[in-house]
């Protein structure tokens, strides 16, 4: 059974920075990318950041120059580096991972909040 567990989430005010993590447990095999996704009210789940086979990384319009996804084979673990976050960012943030053995998973969600 995999598990996500995510962190990070939080309230921060127009201009500062966040760091999401999420770590993944249980039942991974051959992990074939790594992302965040958010999904504001009233809106669809949109891409956020990926990261494909540990090296390939992909950016939403919106948060290119912003931010910065990473991660740590050894750990399993996903990060998503947020920096001059704007009230727009404001999200539930989830983690994705694509398992090219088991399938894809998704973490529980972390809400991220700015203020202007």
């Known amino acids: 059974q995999v598990q996500l567990v995510e962190s990070g989430g939080g309230l921060v005010q127009a201009g500062g920075s966040l760091r999401l993590s999420c770590a993944a447990s249980g039942g991974i095999f051959k992990i074939n990318a790594m992302g965040w996704y958010r999904q504001a009210p009233g809106k669809q789940r949109e891409l956020v950041a990926i990261?494909?086979?540990?090296?390939?990384?992909n950016y939403a319009d919106s948060v290119k120059g912003r931010f910065i996804i990473s991660r740590d084979n050894a750990e399993n673990t996903v990060y998503l580096q947020m920096n001059s976050l704007k009230p727009e960012d404001t999200a539930v943030y989830y983690c994705?991972?694509?398992?090219?053995?088991?399938?894809?998973?998704w973490g529980q969600g972390t809400q991220v909040t700015v203020s202007s």
């Open positions: 990261i494909i086979s540990g090296t390939r990384t």
């Open positions: 994705n991972i694509d398992d090219s053995v088991t399938g894809t998973y």
